[in-house]
């Protein structure tokens, strides 16, 4: 959605870092996702951060928030072929908007 | 409890027929959102209620479109005279809102309509 914005694409290689972006433009926000749909699967959720917090970890991701600038980041350590797939940011106010999503693609 | 189910997981129908759609959310949940999700695109918000109560309607849910939950537990979306730019992946999600037990929505697999 326009709300919400993302790149497209993100190439790795397996055992590197991937970080993805996203940028939101509601302030008041309160909620801020992670998906995961790999294809033919509906959307899994990998994590979430409260609009009142900077950072999240939860083993292989880390999450930080810049509320100032409005950006959301997903890092995921130590890369697996497994972790291919589209990535997708979303923020909530009542209701949850998403971003395009980001294809993420790693190279063995 | 198996997660957010959504029926039928497809459909195809001919232009101008109506078509009804069934999400049963996880037990507990008390909100429940519908998506629209094409190709390429993340999912696009079309409605979500609050209990049995709809709170929100998104602008892409034309007059065709109409959706209800009347017990507050199980919902359906119904697309009246469908037209092909109705084809695409309907998603449902839930949620419990409420307390600090808060954990982000979940989404069923979907229902893929085409409408030929």
């Known amino acids: 959605g326009e709300d919400v914005e993302q790149s497209l694409f993100l190439s790795v290689r397996e055992g590197d870092s991937s970080v993805i972006n996203c940028t939101y433009t509601?302030?008041?926000?309160?909620?801020l996702y992670w998906y995961k749909q790999e294809p033919g699967a509906g959307l899994q959720l990998l994590t979430y951060?409260?609009?009142?917090?900077d950072m999240k970890q939860d083993q292989r991701l880390t999450v930080l928030l810049n509320k100032k600038d409005k950006h959301l980041s997903l890092r995921i350590a130590d890369t697996q072929t497994g972790d291919s797939a589209i990535y997708f940011c979303?923020?909530?106010?009542?209701?949850?908007?998403f971003g395009a999503g980001t294809r993420l693609t790693v190279k063995p | 409890d198996t997660g957010v189910s959504q029926n039928p997981r497809h459909k195809i129908t001919k232009r101008g027929q109506n078509v009804t759609f069934r999400c049963d959310p996880i037990?507990?949940?008390?909100?429940l959102y519908w998506y629209r999700q094409t190709l390429g695109q993340g999912p696009e918000f079309l409605t979500y209620?609050?209990?049995?109560?709809?709170?929100?309607k998104s602008r892409l849910l034309s007059d065709r479109f109409s959706a209800e939950r009347p017990k507050g537990s199980f919902s359906t979306l119904e697309i009246q005279r469908t037209e092909q730019g109705d084809s695409a992946m309907y998603l449902c999600?839930?949620?419990?809102?409420?307390?600090?037990?808060?954990?982000?929505?979940?989404f069923g697999q979907g229902t893929r309509l085409t409408v030929v």
């Open positions: 999600a839930s949620s419990f809102e409420g307390d600090f037990r808060f954990r982000g929505a979940f």
């Open positions: 509601d302030s008041s926000s309160t909620y």
């Open positions: 951060i409260f609009s009142n917090m």
């Open positions: 979303a923020e909530r106010t009542n209701d949850m908007r």
């Open positions: 037990s507990e949940h008390n909100r």
């Open positions: 209620f609050q209990n049995e109560a709809q709170l929100e």
